[in-house]
């Protein structure tokens, strides 16, 4: 079957006959929606319009094109794969052997593999190529679902609302649940760490820490978490906040006192608090004991994460002091 495109990006057959309002008529009669269970799959140029055009009128469906000598293939085939099967059936996927599958490649344009095109209603609708990170391959998903959620994607929410809300148990079941699903899910690997933190049980908290590889543990969800545990350790040694505010109004100079306050303040989740005070040891001395008010503090922001507000206000009374 030779599948040419309309003007309005719909496909039609060769034969130019004019195609349906959803564009999805072929010369073998309209074809079947791929089942419930077909998520992914492989398809040729003889299936192309039913695996792909007809499939995509009901979810959006995303076409891998590949070869066995490719090794970004390899690379980004795998990734895609898992990402849409985590989407949990709102986007499948085709894979197409450009080998075997020449005629459909070509009536794609496709000149460079790895090559994804992305169909919705019976039309492509975007489209990448080359070996991207994961993170962007779950953005181009993200981009196609306009906004709803996959259930894992669902569930992290879930989870997380779970421990803001102070329901670190049972948080942490659904966390578990969901690294049972996807074991090297960083969000998850880092909301079992903050859970089994919030609830106390700091050996767990340690061991689980301490289990992970040095590729998990350098993930951005997962440092974040272990700086959150490191700083509740520390704080843990740092004193007793009363007695360090009279030492400070004492004498404002004491640089150590200042430093311990801080740590304290976290302990007791006074973040913006802690932060106050390591601004105002790095304004007095930013050199002081190799700039541990700097790195204290960067600790800090890592534990919160990015977008916190008290990351975002934090950094930029540092910038203030810094540069001014």
């Known amino acids: ?73 390899k690379q980004l085939g795998p990734l895609l794969e898992k990402l849409v099967k985590q989407a949990g059936g709102m986007v499948r996927m085709v894979k197409v052997n450009i080998d075997e599958n020449q005629e459909i490649a070509t009536q794609l344009r496709v000149q460079s593999i790895p090559m994804v095109y992305a ?27 306009d906004g709803a959620k996959a259930p894992l994607d669902a569930a992290l929410d879930e989870a997380k609302g779970m421990l803001g809300a102070g329901e670190a148990h049972m948080a942490l079941q659904l966390y578990r649940q969901i690294q049972a699903e996807d074991p090297a899910n960083e969000h998850a690997i880092a909301g079992i760490i903050r859970s089994t933190l919030a609830s106390g049980d700091v050996d767990a908290t ?88 700097r790195k204290q503090l960067l600790k800090i922001f890592d534990a919160m994460g990015p977008s916190h507000e008290v990351t975002l206000n934090g950094r930029r009374q540092l910038s203030s002091v810094l540069f001014s």
């Open 119 to 145: 169909f919705k209603d019976g039309r492509p609708v975007d489209a990448f190529s080359g070996a991207i990170p994961e993170s962007q391959i779950k953005a181009f998903i993200d981009k196609l679902l």
């Open 206 to 293: 340690r061991g689980m820490i301490e289990s992970l590889s040095a590729d998990l543990l350098s993930k951005m969800e997962i440092s974040a978490a272990v700086s959150a545990f490191q700083l509740s350790e520390e704080s843990k040694e740092a004193g007793d906040a009363t007695t360090l505010e009279g030492q400070l109004l004492s004498n404002p100079d004491d640089h150590q006192a200042r430093y311990d306050l801080a740590i304290t303040l976290l302990g007791s989740n006074q973040n913006q608090a802690a932060v106050d005070q390591l601004i105002e040891l790095i304004r007095r001395n930013r050199l002081w004991n190799d700039e541990a008010g």
């Open 1 to 73: 079957m030779n599948i040419k495109l309309n003007p309005d990006g719909t496909f039609m057959p060769s034969d130019s006959q004019p195609a349906s309002p959803r564009g999805i008529i072929s010369d073998e009669g309209p074809a079947q929606v791929m089942g419930p269970d077909e998520i992914v799959k492989d398809s040729d140029s003889a299936n192309f319009m039913a695996d792909v055009v007809e499939a995509s009128n009901q979810v959006p469906v995303i076409v891998d094109f590949w070869a066995p000598w490719c090794g970004p293939c």
